[in-house]
């Protein structure tokens, strides 16, 4: 079956550096639009960043955008955010998702799988 698996998460101060990893297994990765989604304690779960199958095409949050990097190998079946100058309300629990649809969206409704997410946790 398919599986979702995210690492990297941690305890960071403001200002630092993390980099998320999902790896993934079961599905054939390079036909998946994959994304970053996050959720914080009594708030609904927010589309963080995606990256598209075919050319890489990325897109961000506006709360994120110059801070948070997503790419992806697909040689390793792996999809990564690189999240640099985090602050407090980036706290949150990071999902990552699959979905077959080639236009890349920021709707969860429309991702086909999840992973069990990472806690990021950053302190003042």
């Known amino acids: 079956q398919v599986q979702l698996v995210e690492s990297g998460g941690g305890l960071v101060q403001a200002g630092g550096d993390l980099r998320l990893s999902c790896a993934a297994s079961g599905l054939t990765f390079s036909r998946y639009a994959m994304a970053w989604f996050r959720q914080a304690p009594g708030k609904e779960r927010e589309f963080v960043a995606a990256?598209?199958?075919?050319?890489?095409?990325?897109t961000y949050a506006d709360s994120v955008k110059g801070r948070f990097t997503i790419s992806r190998d697909n040689a390793k079946n792996t999809v990564y955010l690189q999240m640099n100058s985090l602050k407090p309300e980036d706290t949150a629990v990071y999902y990552c998702?699959?979905?077959?649809?080639?236009?890349?969206?920021?709707?969860?409704?429309?991702?086909?799988?999840w992973g069990q997410g990472t806690q990021v946790t950053v302190s003042s």
């Open positions: 990256i598209s199958t075919s050319y890489l095409r990325t």
């Open positions: 998702a699959a979905t077959n649809i080639v236009v890349v969206t920021t709707t969860p409704g429309r991702y086909d799988y």
